[in-house]
């Protein structure tokens, strides 16, 4: 079965300074990955995701994710963040033989100071 | 386009109540899932559906909790009887099936407080 660990619980970072929110996985099988960010009081959007092809994905919002696969990792990056940028941060991943189901890491908080 | 409706979006209640959440995925969804999120245990899966039939409830906590599927375009989570420590932000996020790289769309999700 997968699994997704996010290292940080939470990330502290001045305004447009540049962020990375890591992201490892494991898993036997081939997995898609995905970020969400999740506002106060809102649900889950998804910010960007990994199918195939090129490693390197562009998202909303200004952000990109790296795939990694011989380090089983998906770090989100953003070069300059805003004080917007303030959320909950979740990777997923999932697996080619699995449906359509999500395994979660347990989060990122993003806090942007001005 | 419409998003995934959950209603209603806040419910308090006392305990013992029976507690009916409801959710309205994106017309042509196929899959429906439910989730719980807190802080202790973050986002939890409940419970999901494949046109309309439950395919793994694992994740259900107890037999209080019960989840039906009537038709694609409802679904309901019930908890009987409920208990403080079912407080929580309950998400309901639908997706287009065929293969497994469908991202899943939220709702704003239902914020529950059993007291």
Request: charged letters at 20%; aromatic letters at 12%; proline letters at 7%.
């Given at each position: 079965?997968?699994?997704?660990?996010?290292?940080?619980?939470?990330?502290?970072?001045?305004?447009?300074?540049?962020?990375?929110?890591?992201?490892?996985?494991?898993?036997?099988?081939?997995?898609?990955?995905?970020?969400?960010?999740?506002?106060?009081?809102?649900?889950?959007?998804?910010?960007?995701?990994?199918?195939?092809?090129s490693t390197l994905v562009k998202g909303i919002n200004g952000f990109e994710a790296e795939f990694n696969k011989s380090q089983t990792s998906f770090h989100l990056r953003k070069p300059s963040v805003h004080i917007s940028d303030t959320a909950e941060y979740f990777c997923a991943v999932s697996e080619s033989n699995a449906g359509n189901m999500l395994t979660f890491g347990g989060g990122t908080r993003l806090m942007?100071?001005? | 386009?419409?998003?995934?409706?959950?209603?209603?979006?806040?419910?308090?209640?006392?305990?013992?109540?029976?507690?009916?959440?409801?959710?309205?995925?994106?017309?042509?969804?196929?899959?429906?899932?439910?989730?719980?999120?807190?802080?202790?245990?973050?986002?939890?899966?409940?419970?999901?559906?494949?046109?309309?039939?439950?395919?793994?409830?694992?994740?259900?906590?107890?037999?209080?909790?019960?989840?039906?599927?009537?038709?694609?375009?409802?679904?309901?989570?019930?908890?009987?009887?409920?208990?403080?420590?079912?407080?929580?932000?309950?998400?309901?996020?639908?997706?287009?099936?065929?293969?497994?790289?469908?991202?899943?769309?939220?709702?704003?999700?239902?914020?529950?407080?059993?007291?």
């Open positions: 079965a997968q699994s997704v660990t996010q290292l940080d619980s939470q990330v502290p970072v001045f305004e447009e300074a540049p962020v990375e929110l890591r992201c490892n996985y494991s898993s036997s099988v081939s997995v898609y990955l995905f970020w969400y960010v999740q506002y106060p009081n809102q649900g889950l959007q998804l910010l960007l995701k990994y199918l195939s092809g942007v100071k001005p | 386009d419409a998003g995934v409706i959950q209603s209603p979006r806040h419910e308090v209640t006392e305990m013992g109540q029976e507690v009916t959440l409801r959710c309205k995925p994106i017309s042509g969804h196929d899959y429906l899932f439910w989730y719980r999120q807190t802080m202790m245990r973050g986002l939890e899966l409940l419970i999901y559906f494949n046109n309309n039939v439950p395919i793994d409830d694992s994740g259900m906590p107890e037999d209080r909790f019960s989840a039906k599927m009537p038709n694609a375009s409802f679904s309901t989570l019930k908890i009987q009887p409920s208990e403080p420590r079912d407080s929580a932000v309950y998400f309901c996020a639908s997706s287009l099936g065929g293969t497994s790289n469908q991202p899943q769309h939220f709702g704003d999700g239902t914020r529950l407080s059993i007291l």
